[in-house]
């Protein structure tokens, strides 16, 4: 080592070694080195650094070397604490150990218990005397090619409302139609877990799917209405029986509607997701890749408060979902025979909302008492060819069909 530096005038050293259990290697050990270099480095002409590499599945290991590191000498060290895919970077300075990991679960629960579980094994592994530290990024999961099993789906479309009780679900029902009507295959997802209610609106209630045999399996075939296939929660419950599940219930029963189901080809599946930003918003939007949503509000403050908040977590980074645009429902009234709009929930807030987060804005959708009555009786209003609010769900539905 001196004949090294000195030779070739070297004035900064890295040394890397690493320590097995089971072999041994020719050569001096890392605390050989580290006792060597003790012992020689009086002059301070040469800076050295001595490094270890640990193997993760033997924690022994890397305990042993982060103990041989001190004794005295210069440190640089990049250690693997654990076999995993997810950590990123890792970086030993002065007793503090900075870990760099990736998740692809947003939620500050998910990522607080991730935290313990990984500072909680560090210290018991290796030492609680370092002051360890914990960077935990959060990345858009890695969807495989095929693995969503839906791939004769060519477009699905999330429509979203932070805030219930503004018209998605009815809205959703008369875009799907207004699909159907320009010559797409249609279906449409109930994922509204909780509060189902496609069955009523497509006058289905009581109707079951039938089992079907695809390739060897057995799946569920979704009930046809008005030529749009529908899946829907509320196919199996009663309509006086509440849905009282925890997160994990609602997503396995997800997962049937979705994957456990012979949707067979469509131009676009469209969800129906439940309000708010949860549990399940995050199951689908992990498991299936979603080519865009969008986003039903009123103009009124208290419901706009939540649908910005919808339209920031499809633009999380880890998520990065397109917002194809804003709708605003119950926009405004008008009396019979009485052109004067009024404006009972307020005015162009939807409009001002996708100005502020520079999306489009793709109409408004009036209070009318047939939209709510076509809906109740099971046949949603855009069906209808004359009417004048089918025409407006039809422009609403344009910036979805240029997709295909």
Known sequence: MEETYTKYEIDNLIIVGGESSKKKYPGPTVNETLDAINKNLNDNSCNILCGGISIPSRSNESKNLIDKSFHGSEFFTTQVIYDSDNVININHFDGEIIIDIKSTNPTLKHKKELENKILDNLKKSYSEDY???????????????????????????????????????????????SLKKMGFKVGVLDADIYGPSMHIMFDLVGSKPLAVNVDGKSKMSPIESY???????????????????????????????????????????LVDLPPGTGDIHLSIMQKIS????????????????????????????????????????????????????????????AKNLAEDFKIPFLGEIPIIQQIRESADVGRPLSIDEDSATAVSYTHLTLPTSDLV
């Open 131 to 177: 002051n360890y530290k914990l960077n935990i990024n959060i990345v858009k999961p890695t969807i495989p090619q095929n693995a969503n099993r839906l791939d004769n789906i060519k477009n699905i479309i999330a429509i979203s409302s932070a805030k219930g009780g503004v018209g998605k679900s009815t809205l959703t029902a008369n875009i799907a139609c």
């Open 227 to 269: 030529g749009i296939k529908i899946l829907s929660i509320g196919f199996f419950t009663n309509m006086d029986q509440a849905v009282v599940w925890r997160g994990p219930m609602a997503s396995k029963a997800l997962n049937q509607l979705i994957f456990d189901a012979d949707w067979g080809e469509l131009d676009f599946l």
């Open 290 to 349: 979603i080519n865009g949503a969008l986003i039903i509000s009123t103009p009124q403050i208290v419901a706009l408060a939540d649908a910005r908040k919808g339209v920031s977590m499809y633009q999380q980074e880890n998520i990065n979902i397109p917002v194809l645009g804003i709708v605003e429902n119950m926009a405004y009234y008008q009396l019979p025979n009485d052109d004067t709009k009024h404006y009972i929930f307020g005015k162009d807030g």
